[in-house]
Protein backbone atom coordinates (compact mmCIF):
# COMPACT_ATOMS: atom_id res chain seq x y z
CA UNK A 1 0.00 0.00 0.00
CA UNK A 2 0.91 3.31 -1.24
CA UNK A 3 0.64 6.22 1.53
CA UNK A 4 0.70 9.96 1.14
CA UNK A 5 3.66 11.60 3.12
CA UNK A 6 2.55 14.89 2.19
CA UNK A 7 -0.59 15.84 4.09
CA UNK A 8 -3.58 16.30 2.06
CA UNK A 9 -4.37 20.11 2.60
CA UNK A 10 -1.02 20.49 1.16
CA UNK A 11 -1.30 19.43 -2.23
CA UNK A 12 1.98 18.79 -3.83
CA UNK A 13 3.02 20.95 -7.16
CA UNK A 14 4.11 19.40 -10.14
CA UNK A 15 7.70 18.04 -9.70
CA UNK A 16 10.56 19.96 -11.08
CA UNK A 17 11.30 16.64 -12.35
CA UNK A 18 14.24 16.50 -10.67
CA UNK A 19 14.01 12.37 -10.97
CA UNK A 20 12.61 9.88 -8.34
CA UNK A 21 14.55 9.39 -5.09
CA UNK A 22 14.19 5.97 -3.00
CA UNK A 23 14.77 6.84 0.84
CA UNK A 24 15.24 3.12 2.42
CA UNK A 25 14.26 3.64 6.37
CA UNK A 26 11.90 6.38 7.38
CA UNK A 27 13.11 6.91 10.92
CA UNK A 28 14.44 10.31 12.31
CA UNK A 29 17.18 10.53 9.81
CA UNK A 30 15.18 8.97 6.45
CA UNK A 31 11.55 11.08 6.80
CA UNK A 32 13.29 14.71 7.03
CA UNK A 33 15.51 13.85 4.11
CA UNK A 34 12.35 12.36 2.28
CA UNK A 35 10.11 15.44 3.36
CA UNK A 36 13.41 17.92 1.81
CA UNK A 37 14.25 15.94 -0.97
CA UNK A 38 10.19 16.60 -2.22
CA UNK A 39 10.37 20.22 -1.69
CA UNK A 40 13.34 20.72 -3.36
CA UNK A 41 11.35 19.29 -6.42
CA UNK A 42 12.16 14.91 -5.98
CA UNK A 43 9.00 12.26 -6.61
CA UNK A 44 10.42 10.53 -3.23
CA UNK A 45 9.32 7.03 -2.41
CA UNK A 46 10.11 6.00 1.04
CA UNK A 47 10.23 2.50 1.80
CA UNK A 48 9.70 1.07 5.56
CA UNK A 49 8.57 -1.88 6.65
CA UNK A 50 6.99 -0.32 9.91
CA UNK A 51 4.09 0.95 9.50
CA UNK A 52 4.05 3.63 12.59
CA UNK A 53 7.26 5.25 10.28
CA UNK A 54 4.96 5.05 7.29
CA UNK A 55 1.83 7.38 9.13
CA UNK A 56 2.71 11.05 9.12
CA UNK A 57 1.52 12.94 11.98
CA UNK A 58 0.67 16.63 10.59
CA UNK A 59 3.65 18.01 12.80
CA UNK A 60 5.94 16.43 9.80
CA UNK A 61 4.23 17.30 6.88
CA UNK A 62 5.91 20.12 5.03
CA UNK A 63 4.80 21.96 1.78
CA UNK A 64 6.69 20.55 -1.29
CA UNK A 65 6.97 21.07 -5.02
CA UNK A 66 7.68 17.18 -5.78
CA UNK A 67 6.39 14.04 -3.98
CA UNK A 68 6.30 12.33 -1.57
CA UNK A 69 5.04 8.57 -1.01
CA UNK A 70 5.58 5.57 1.65
CA UNK A 71 5.40 2.13 1.03
CA UNK A 72 5.99 -1.38 2.70
CA UNK A 73 6.44 -2.89 -0.89
CA UNK A 74 10.04 -2.34 -1.62
CA UNK A 75 9.37 -3.65 -5.89
CA UNK A 76 8.07 0.32 -5.89
CA UNK A 77 11.01 1.92 -5.62
CA UNK A 78 12.29 -0.43 -8.65
CA UNK A 79 13.68 2.24 -11.42
CA UNK A 80 14.40 4.80 -8.71
CA UNK A 81 16.99 7.84 -9.84
CA UNK A 82 19.02 8.16 -6.57
CA UNK A 83 18.71 5.72 -3.46
CA UNK A 84 19.61 6.97 0.02
CA UNK A 85 20.00 4.41 3.03
CA UNK A 86 18.76 5.52 5.90
CA UNK A 87 18.09 1.91 8.03
CA UNK A 88 19.17 1.47 11.64
CA UNK A 89 22.62 -0.08 12.72
CA UNK A 90 22.71 -0.45 16.04
CA UNK A 91 24.80 -2.86 17.97
CA UNK A 92 23.75 -6.69 18.52
CA UNK A 93 23.13 -8.14 21.91
CA UNK A 94 26.52 -8.96 22.56
CA UNK A 95 27.94 -5.00 21.73
CA UNK A 96 28.93 -5.81 17.90
CA UNK A 97 27.87 -4.11 15.29
CA UNK A 98 24.73 -5.09 13.58
CA UNK A 99 24.71 -4.32 9.62
CA UNK A 100 21.84 -6.87 8.68
CA UNK A 101 19.27 -4.15 7.95
CA UNK A 102 21.71 -2.26 5.67
CA UNK A 103 22.50 -5.67 4.07
CA UNK A 104 18.97 -5.94 3.32
CA UNK A 105 18.65 -2.13 2.32
CA UNK A 106 21.53 -2.76 -0.29
CA UNK A 107 19.70 -6.14 -1.58
CA UNK A 108 16.60 -3.69 -2.03
CA UNK A 109 18.57 -1.42 -4.06
CA UNK A 110 20.76 -3.80 -6.17
CA UNK A 111 17.65 -5.14 -7.72
CA UNK A 112 15.76 -1.77 -8.49
CA UNK A 113 18.70 -0.08 -9.92
CA UNK A 114 18.73 1.36 -13.05
CA UNK A 115 21.67 2.21 -15.43
CA UNK A 116 23.06 5.55 -14.01
CA UNK A 117 21.68 5.12 -10.67
CA UNK A 118 23.21 7.00 -7.52
CA UNK A 119 23.28 4.94 -4.07
CA UNK A 120 24.55 6.69 -1.05
CA UNK A 121 25.11 5.60 2.68
CA UNK A 122 23.49 7.41 4.85
CA UNK A 123 23.26 5.21 7.91
CA UNK A 124 26.15 5.37 10.08
CA UNK A 125 28.78 2.14 9.40
CA UNK A 126 32.02 1.20 10.07
CA UNK A 127 35.33 2.58 7.96
CA UNK A 128 35.10 0.51 4.92
CA UNK A 129 31.63 -0.27 4.45
CA UNK A 130 30.75 2.11 1.56
CA UNK A 131 34.29 0.24 -0.34
CA UNK A 132 33.41 -2.87 1.00
CA UNK A 133 29.99 -3.81 2.18
CA UNK A 134 28.26 -1.91 -0.18
CA UNK A 135 30.46 -2.32 -3.18
CA UNK A 136 30.28 -5.89 -3.28
CA UNK A 137 26.77 -6.14 -2.66
CA UNK A 138 26.14 -3.85 -5.94
CA UNK A 139 28.63 -5.83 -8.06
CA UNK A 140 27.18 -8.90 -6.73
CA UNK A 141 24.30 -8.21 -8.76
CA UNK A 142 26.25 -7.50 -12.03
CA UNK A 143 26.30 -3.62 -11.40
CA UNK A 144 29.93 -1.99 -12.35
CA UNK A 145 30.66 1.02 -9.86
CA UNK A 146 31.14 4.62 -11.41
CA UNK A 147 30.22 3.21 -14.74
CA UNK A 148 26.52 1.46 -14.72
CA UNK A 149 25.85 3.07 -11.34
CA UNK A 150 27.77 5.36 -8.63
CA UNK A 151 28.36 5.19 -5.39
CA UNK A 152 29.08 7.32 -2.19
CA UNK A 153 28.58 7.79 1.68
CA UNK A 154 26.99 11.19 3.15
CA UNK A 155 26.94 10.12 6.46
CA UNK A 156 24.27 11.77 9.02
CA UNK A 157 24.56 14.53 11.51
CA UNK A 158 21.14 15.16 12.62
CA UNK A 159 20.66 16.43 16.38
CA UNK A 160 16.97 15.47 17.14
CA UNK A 161 15.24 17.91 19.80
CA UNK A 162 14.65 21.33 20.78
CA UNK A 163 17.46 22.52 19.40
CA UNK A 164 17.64 20.83 16.39
CA UNK A 165 19.13 22.39 12.99
CA UNK A 166 17.35 21.95 10.11
CA UNK A 167 18.73 18.97 7.79
CA UNK A 168 18.93 21.65 4.89
CA UNK A 169 21.25 23.68 7.33
CA UNK A 170 23.74 21.30 8.62
CA UNK A 171 26.57 20.93 6.22
CA UNK A 172 27.02 17.48 4.71
CA UNK A 173 30.36 15.49 4.37
CA UNK A 174 30.06 13.75 0.92
CA UNK A 175 32.76 11.10 -0.45
CA UNK A 176 32.45 8.44 -3.07
CA UNK A 177 34.08 6.13 -4.68
CA UNK A 178 35.51 7.56 -7.56
CA UNK A 179 35.05 11.31 -9.61
CA UNK A 180 32.07 10.12 -11.45
CA UNK A 181 30.50 8.61 -8.77
CA UNK A 182 31.29 11.76 -7.00
CA UNK A 183 29.62 14.29 -9.48
CA UNK A 184 26.69 12.66 -9.61
CA UNK A 185 26.07 12.54 -5.90
CA UNK A 186 27.18 15.93 -5.33
CA UNK A 187 24.43 17.28 -7.82
CA UNK A 188 21.69 15.33 -5.73
CA UNK A 189 23.05 16.94 -2.32
CA UNK A 190 23.50 20.27 -3.32
CA UNK A 191 19.52 20.17 -4.46
CA UNK A 192 19.28 18.88 -0.45
CA UNK A 193 21.38 21.40 1.70
CA UNK A 194 23.00 24.36 1.81
CA UNK A 195 26.78 22.82 1.99
CA UNK A 196 28.26 20.05 0.91
CA UNK A 197 31.89 19.37 2.44
CA UNK A 198 33.28 16.88 -0.27
CA UNK A 199 36.29 14.69 1.11
CA UNK A 200 39.33 12.63 -0.68
CA UNK A 201 37.57 9.07 0.12
CA UNK A 202 34.62 7.18 1.33
CA UNK A 203 36.69 5.99 4.55
CA UNK A 204 36.94 9.66 5.23
CA UNK A 205 33.43 10.37 5.26
CA UNK A 206 33.00 7.40 7.64
CA UNK A 207 35.83 7.86 10.05
CA UNK A 208 34.60 11.45 10.53
CA UNK A 209 31.25 10.72 11.68
CA UNK A 210 32.49 8.60 14.13
CA UNK A 211 35.45 10.39 14.86
CA UNK A 212 32.38 12.88 15.91
CA UNK A 213 30.43 10.75 17.91
CA UNK A 214 33.93 9.57 19.39
CA UNK A 215 34.85 12.82 20.52
CA UNK A 216 31.68 12.98 22.18
CA UNK A 217 31.51 9.77 24.23
CA UNK A 218 35.29 10.22 25.60
CA UNK A 219 34.30 13.46 26.58
CA UNK A 220 31.17 12.41 28.36
CA UNK A 221 33.33 9.38 30.16
CA UNK A 222 35.54 11.94 31.17
CA UNK A 223 33.62 14.37 32.48
CA UNK A 224 31.92 11.35 34.39
CA UNK A 225 35.13 10.75 35.92
CA UNK A 226 35.78 14.18 36.58
CA UNK A 227 32.47 14.70 38.20
CA UNK A 228 33.15 12.10 40.73
CA UNK A 229 36.87 13.57 41.65
CA UNK A 230 35.11 17.21 41.57
CA UNK A 231 32.52 15.90 43.99
CA UNK A 232 34.29 13.96 46.09
CA UNK A 233 36.17 17.67 46.11
CA UNK A 234 32.90 19.15 47.36
CA UNK A 235 33.30 21.81 44.18
CA UNK A 236 30.14 21.85 42.00
CA UNK A 237 31.29 20.13 38.91
CA UNK A 238 28.87 22.53 36.35
CA UNK A 239 29.87 25.86 37.92
CA UNK A 240 33.83 24.08 37.56
CA UNK A 241 32.73 23.57 33.77
CA UNK A 242 30.78 26.70 33.14
CA UNK A 243 33.82 28.68 34.72
CA UNK A 244 36.42 26.78 32.17
CA UNK A 245 33.87 27.20 29.27
CA UNK A 246 34.61 31.05 29.87
CA UNK A 247 37.81 30.22 28.12
CA UNK A 248 37.54 31.85 23.85
CA UNK A 249 39.70 28.85 22.66
CA UNK A 250 40.50 25.46 23.35
CA UNK A 251 37.71 24.30 25.65
CA UNK A 252 34.24 22.60 24.50
CA UNK A 253 32.49 22.00 27.91
CA UNK A 254 30.99 18.81 28.48
CA UNK A 255 28.28 18.32 31.47
CA UNK A 256 27.50 15.69 33.87
CA UNK A 257 24.77 13.39 33.40
CA UNK A 258 23.52 10.22 33.86
CA UNK A 259 25.94 8.73 30.73
CA UNK A 260 24.95 8.95 27.06
CA UNK A 261 22.47 7.32 25.54
CA UNK A 262 20.69 7.16 22.29
CA UNK A 263 21.40 5.03 19.39
CA UNK A 264 24.20 6.92 18.48
CA UNK A 265 26.88 8.13 20.73
CA UNK A 266 26.88 5.00 22.68
CA UNK A 267 26.86 2.93 19.60
CA UNK A 268 28.91 4.63 16.77
CA UNK A 269 32.27 4.52 18.33
CA UNK A 270 31.83 0.33 18.17
CA UNK A 271 31.94 0.55 14.93
CA UNK A 272 35.25 2.22 14.93
CA UNK A 273 36.91 0.12 17.80
CA UNK A 274 35.78 -3.04 15.50
CA UNK A 275 37.55 -1.73 12.32
CA UNK A 276 40.93 -0.52 14.45
CA UNK A 277 40.89 -4.09 16.39
CA UNK A 278 40.85 -5.64 12.83
CA UNK A 279 43.73 -3.26 11.71
CA UNK A 280 45.94 -4.04 14.83
CA UNK A 281 44.52 -0.76 16.39
CA UNK A 282 42.16 -0.78 18.89
CA UNK A 283 41.99 2.45 21.10
CA UNK A 284 42.38 1.56 24.61
CA UNK A 285 41.09 5.39 25.84
CA UNK A 286 38.19 4.37 23.54
CA UNK A 287 37.46 0.99 25.25
CA UNK A 288 38.30 3.11 28.82
CA UNK A 289 35.39 5.37 27.80
CA UNK A 290 32.91 2.97 26.19
CA UNK A 291 33.37 0.67 29.62
CA UNK A 292 33.41 3.95 31.69
CA UNK A 293 29.58 5.24 30.05
CA UNK A 294 28.04 1.32 30.25
CA UNK A 295 29.22 1.48 34.20
CA UNK A 296 27.62 4.90 34.73
CA UNK A 297 24.18 3.80 35.74
CA UNK A 298 25.55 0.78 38.55
CA UNK A 299 27.93 3.17 40.33
CA UNK A 300 24.82 5.73 40.53
CA UNK A 301 22.71 2.60 41.59
CA UNK A 302 25.14 1.95 44.39
CA UNK A 303 25.42 5.48 45.70
CA UNK A 304 21.17 5.64 45.71
CA UNK A 305 21.27 2.05 47.63
CA UNK A 306 24.04 2.96 50.21
CA UNK A 307 21.89 6.49 50.69
CA UNK A 308 18.89 4.29 51.08
CA UNK A 309 19.95 1.90 53.72
CA UNK A 310 21.54 -0.73 51.25
CA UNK A 311 18.11 -2.03 50.93
CA UNK A 312 15.37 -0.57 48.60
CA UNK A 313 13.07 -3.25 48.82
CA UNK A 314 9.58 -1.37 49.44
CA UNK A 315 10.88 2.49 49.64
CA UNK A 316 9.02 4.55 47.20
CA UNK A 317 11.28 5.76 44.45
CA UNK A 318 10.17 7.78 41.61
CA UNK A 319 12.17 8.61 38.41
CA UNK A 320 11.80 11.66 36.43
CA UNK A 321 12.43 11.36 32.94
CA UNK A 322 13.37 9.22 31.43
CA UNK A 323 14.33 9.42 27.51
CA UNK A 324 17.93 9.37 26.75
CA UNK A 325 18.07 13.12 26.46
CA UNK A 326 16.60 15.98 27.56
CA UNK A 327 12.62 17.37 25.59
CA UNK A 328 13.20 14.31 23.17
CA UNK A 329 10.82 11.19 23.17
CA UNK A 330 12.72 8.55 23.01
CA UNK A 331 14.25 5.71 25.44
CA UNK A 332 16.86 4.02 22.89
CA UNK A 333 19.81 3.33 25.15
CA UNK A 334 18.31 5.41 27.71
CA UNK A 335 20.77 5.63 30.98
CA UNK A 336 17.08 5.97 32.77
CA UNK A 337 15.58 3.16 31.57
CA UNK A 338 18.61 0.75 32.65
CA UNK A 339 18.19 2.78 36.62
CA UNK A 340 14.74 1.75 36.31
CA UNK A 341 15.36 -1.83 35.46
CA UNK A 342 18.34 -1.87 38.30
CA UNK A 343 15.64 -0.63 40.38
CA UNK A 344 13.63 -3.05 39.45
CA UNK A 345 15.50 -5.84 40.53
CA UNK A 346 16.34 -4.03 44.15
CA UNK A 347 12.31 -4.53 44.62
CA UNK A 348 11.67 -0.96 45.38
CA UNK A 349 8.44 0.14 44.83
CA UNK A 350 8.63 2.25 41.64
CA UNK A 351 7.58 4.34 39.56
CA UNK A 352 8.52 6.91 36.73
CA UNK A 353 7.05 10.53 35.74
CA UNK A 354 7.62 12.14 32.02
CA UNK A 355 5.79 14.58 30.61
CA UNK A 356 7.85 14.30 27.37
CA UNK A 357 6.37 11.16 26.60
CA UNK A 358 3.21 10.15 25.12
CA UNK A 359 1.70 6.84 25.51
CA UNK A 360 3.54 4.74 27.27
CA UNK A 361 5.96 2.77 25.40
CA UNK A 362 7.09 -1.15 25.41
CA UNK A 363 10.22 -1.06 27.42
CA UNK A 364 8.05 0.55 30.48
CA UNK A 365 4.46 -1.04 29.91
CA UNK A 366 5.17 -3.48 32.82
CA UNK A 367 6.94 -0.28 35.44
CA UNK A 368 3.70 1.74 36.98
CA UNK A 369 3.64 5.61 35.40
CA UNK A 370 2.64 8.81 37.49
CA UNK A 371 1.33 11.88 35.76
CA UNK A 372 2.77 13.66 38.34
CA UNK A 373 5.74 14.05 41.35
CA UNK A 374 3.82 11.64 43.29
CA UNK A 375 3.76 7.85 43.44
CA UNK A 376 0.69 6.81 41.22
CA UNK A 377 -1.64 6.53 44.22
CA UNK A 378 -0.76 10.28 45.18
CA UNK A 379 1.58 9.09 48.00
CA UNK A 380 5.16 11.26 48.55
CA UNK A 381 8.05 8.97 47.24
CA UNK A 382 10.49 8.29 49.44
CA UNK A 383 13.00 9.62 46.98
CA UNK A 384 12.89 10.98 43.66
CA UNK A 385 15.79 10.13 41.10
CA UNK A 386 16.72 13.00 38.44
CA UNK A 387 16.40 10.71 35.31
CA UNK A 388 16.55 13.60 32.46
CA UNK A 389 16.40 17.12 32.64
CA UNK A 390 13.31 18.16 30.57
CA UNK A 391 12.85 22.24 30.02
CA UNK A 392 9.34 21.11 31.56
CA UNK A 393 10.36 20.36 34.87
CA UNK A 394 10.07 22.70 37.54
CA UNK A 395 13.46 21.76 39.36
CA UNK A 396 12.43 23.48 42.35
CA UNK A 397 8.69 21.72 42.68
CA UNK A 398 11.12 18.35 42.12
CA UNK A 399 13.01 19.51 45.23
CA UNK A 400 9.82 20.06 47.17
CA UNK A 401 8.67 16.47 46.09
CA UNK A 402 10.67 14.13 48.41
CA UNK A 403 12.95 13.93 51.26
CA UNK A 404 15.36 12.77 49.48
CA UNK A 405 16.05 13.95 45.90
CA UNK A 406 19.25 11.98 43.25
CA UNK A 407 20.80 14.22 40.80
CA UNK A 408 23.45 12.94 38.66
CA UNK A 409 23.72 16.32 36.62
CA UNK A 410 24.75 18.51 39.48
CA UNK A 411 21.34 20.70 38.58
CA UNK A 412 18.72 21.15 41.09
CA UNK A 413 18.74 24.00 43.59
CA UNK A 414 21.17 22.91 46.11
CA UNK A 415 19.15 22.43 49.69
CA UNK A 416 18.31 19.93 52.44
CA UNK A 417 17.89 16.04 50.35
CA UNK A 418 19.78 17.01 47.36
CA UNK A 419 21.99 14.44 46.90
CA UNK A 420 24.42 14.77 43.83
CA UNK A 421 25.82 11.43 42.43
N1 LIG B 1 18.64 9.64 14.74
C1 LIG B 1 19.72 10.40 14.65
O1 LIG B 1 19.78 11.48 15.26
C2 LIG B 1 20.90 9.99 13.81
C3 LIG B 1 21.92 10.93 13.64
C4 LIG B 1 22.99 10.60 12.84
C5 LIG B 1 23.06 9.32 12.28
N2 LIG B 1 22.07 8.41 12.49
C6 LIG B 1 22.19 7.12 11.84
O2 LIG B 1 21.23 7.03 10.80
C7 LIG B 1 20.77 5.68 10.66
C8 LIG B 1 19.25 5.64 10.83
O3 LIG B 1 18.96 6.08 12.14
P1 LIG B 1 17.50 6.53 12.58
O4 LIG B 1 17.68 7.25 13.87
O5 LIG B 1 16.77 7.17 11.47
O6 LIG B 1 16.87 5.10 12.86
P2 LIG B 1 15.32 4.81 13.12
O7 LIG B 1 15.27 3.56 13.90
O8 LIG B 1 14.64 6.04 13.63
O9 LIG B 1 14.74 4.57 11.67
C9 LIG B 1 15.17 3.56 10.84
C10 LIG B 1 13.97 3.07 10.05
O10 LIG B 1 14.44 2.08 9.15
C11 LIG B 1 13.45 1.06 9.06
N3 LIG B 1 14.07 -0.15 8.55
C12 LIG B 1 14.64 -1.16 9.23
N4 LIG B 1 15.11 -2.07 8.37
C13 LIG B 1 14.81 -1.63 7.13
C14 LIG B 1 15.04 -2.13 5.82
N5 LIG B 1 15.73 -3.27 5.64
N6 LIG B 1 14.60 -1.41 4.77
C15 LIG B 1 13.94 -0.24 4.94
N7 LIG B 1 13.71 0.29 6.16
C16 LIG B 1 14.15 -0.40 7.23
C17 LIG B 1 12.90 0.94 10.46
O11 LIG B 1 11.60 0.38 10.44
C18 LIG B 1 12.91 2.40 10.93
O12 LIG B 1 11.67 3.04 10.70
C19 LIG B 1 21.54 4.87 11.69
O13 LIG B 1 22.70 4.36 11.11
C20 LIG B 1 21.90 5.92 12.74
O14 LIG B 1 23.04 5.56 13.48
C21 LIG B 1 20.98 8.72 13.24
Same mark, same amino acid.
Given at each position: MIQDLLHPAIAPRPSLNRGRLAVLGLGYVGRPLALGAAAAGYEVIGYDPAPAARAVTSAAHRPGRGSSRASADPAVLAGADTWLICVPTPLDARGRPDLAAVRAALGVAARGLKPGALVCLVSTCQPGATNGLCRSVLEEAGWRIGRDVFLAVSPERENPGPHALATSSIPRLLGATDDASLRRALAFWRHIVDRVEVVASPEIAECAKLLENTYRLVNIALMDELHAAFTALGVATRDVVAAAATKPFGFAPFWPGLGAGGHCIPVDPAFLQMEAARAGAPSVLL???????? +?????????????? +???????????? +? *?????? *????????? *??????????????????????????? %???????????????????????????????? *???????? %? %????FGILPAGLGVIVV
Open positions: AKAMARNR +GRVARVMRQISARL +GDDLEGKRVLVA +G *VTYKPD *VADLRAAAP *VRLLRALQGGRADLAWHDPVIGAAPKA %LSAMPRSAALTMPDGARPDAIILGTPHRAFDM *VAITRAAP %L %LFDP
